[in-house]
């Protein structure tokens, strides 16, 4: 993992469950230079019903921010945790700041005023007082096979989005989906991992009838990594800066007349 300055930290805010990006100049950042686009999710406040116009925040799948996570690219943020930190203002420092400015209105008026309302705001919390999960919150994501078939992609510049309208787990784009149609429905696999037969002909027809490639991989679990070496070398990935060595098979399904 790399360590960033925490005001170089793309905030990512943890809410019942979800992982949301609320700043645009992260969304961008994001976008433009770690191949992430999440899923808008903001509706207009007027037209709450519709999906056709969507905007912030834009929502990412766990693996999504536990890669950016283990990279040192974001932190997480408890915002639940972080707005009761707001809301526990005691009453009696309340009291006390509203009693300090009425006296200091007092004595700058030299009478009370009638009708003048003294008014009292909570301060905000700041974004560094906001409370950071540590990486520990999502290491459940990291030995996952949805997560090992992801960072494969990932590393090899594909934009993944989820895969559920197509029956997959992920999506598979060459580029930013704004420009590009994606390649592959993904399927992540345990490296001994069975599939029914079944399942093999339907996702490889199901491929085909959207134009796109059926994709199953898994990691090769240390013990497999020489037999898998002997038999194909290319199938070995260099290791790239602080990462260790990622040793990962896929394959491609593809019907009949595919194409």
């Given at each position: 993992m790399v360590d960033n300055d925490a005001a170089d930290l793309i905030s990512i805010s943890f809410i019942d469950g979800e992982y949301f990006v609320?700043?645009?100049?992260?969304v961008k950042r994001l976008r433009n230079h770690h191949?992430?686009?999440g899923i808008l999710v903001g509706t207009l406040p007027q037209v709450p019903q519709q999906s056709t116009f969507l905007g912030l925040p834009v929502q990412l799948m766990p693996?999504?921010?536990a890669l950016l996570v283990q990279r040192g690219?974001?932190?997480i943020i408890d915002e639940g945790s972080s707005h009761e930190v707001i809301l526990a203002v005691d009453e009696n420092d309340i009291d006390e700041a509203?009693?300090?400015?009425k006296i200091n209105e007092l004595e700058s008026t030299g009478s009370e005023s009638q009708g003048q309302l003294v008014s009292f705001t909570t301060p905000a919390i700041s974004?560094?007082?906001?409370?950071?999960l540590s990486e520990s919150s999502v290491a459940a994501v990291y030995d996952t096979p949805r997560f090992d078939v992801y960072k494969y992609l990932h590393k090899r510049g594909y934009f993944i989005s989820p895969g559920l309208r197509f029956g997959s787990q992920f999506l598979a784009y060459p580029g930013d989906p704004l420009r590009y149609h994606s390649h592959y429905l993904v399927r992540g696999l345990g490296y001994g991992e069975e599939f029914s037969l079944l399942e093999l002909v339907g996702s490889g027809r199901l491929g085909t009838g959207v134009k796109?490639?059926?994709m199953v991989g898994g990691h090769v679990p240390d013990d497999d990594q020489h037999k898998l070496a002997a038999l194909d070398s290319s199938k070995i990935i260099e290791s790239e800066g602080d990462e260790s060595i990622e040793d990962f098979v896929s394959f491609c399904v593809e019907w009949a007349g595919f194409g």
């Amino acid at each position: 993992m790399v360590d960033n300055d925490a005001a170089d930290l793309i905030s990512i805010s943890f809410i019942d469950g979800e992982y949301f990006v609320f700043d645009i100049e992260a969304v961008k950042r994001l976008r433009n230079h770690h191949h992430v686009a999440g899923i808008l999710v903001g509706t207009l406040p007027q037209v709450p019903q519709q999906s056709t116009f969507l905007g912030l925040p834009v929502q990412l799948m766990p693996e999504e921010a536990a890669l950016l996570v283990q990279r040192g690219v974001a932190r997480i943020i408890d915002e639940g945790s972080s707005h009761e930190v707001i809301l526990a203002v005691d009453e009696n420092d309340i009291d006390e700041a509203t009693a300090k400015l009425k006296i200091n209105e007092l004595e700058s008026t030299g009478s009370e005023s009638q009708g003048q309302l003294v008014s009292f705001t909570t301060p905000a919390i700041s974004t560094a007082n906001r409370i950071a999960l540590s990486e520990s919150s999502v290491a459940a994501v990291y030995d996952t096979p949805r997560f090992d078939v992801y960072k494969y992609l990932h590393k090899r510049g594909y934009f993944i989005s989820p895969g559920l309208r197509f029956g997959s787990q992920f999506l598979a784009y060459p580029g930013d989906p704004l420009r590009y149609h994606s390649h592959y429905l993904v399927r992540g696999l345990g490296y001994g991992e069975e599939f029914s037969l079944l399942e093999l002909v339907g996702s490889g027809r199901l491929g085909t009838g959207v134009k796109k490639a059926w994709m199953v991989g898994g990691h090769v679990p240390d013990d497999d990594q020489h037999k898998l070496a002997a038999l194909d070398s290319s199938k070995i990935i260099e290791s790239e800066g602080d990462e260790s060595i990622e040793d990962f098979v896929s394959f491609c399904v593809e019907w009949a007349g595919f194409g």
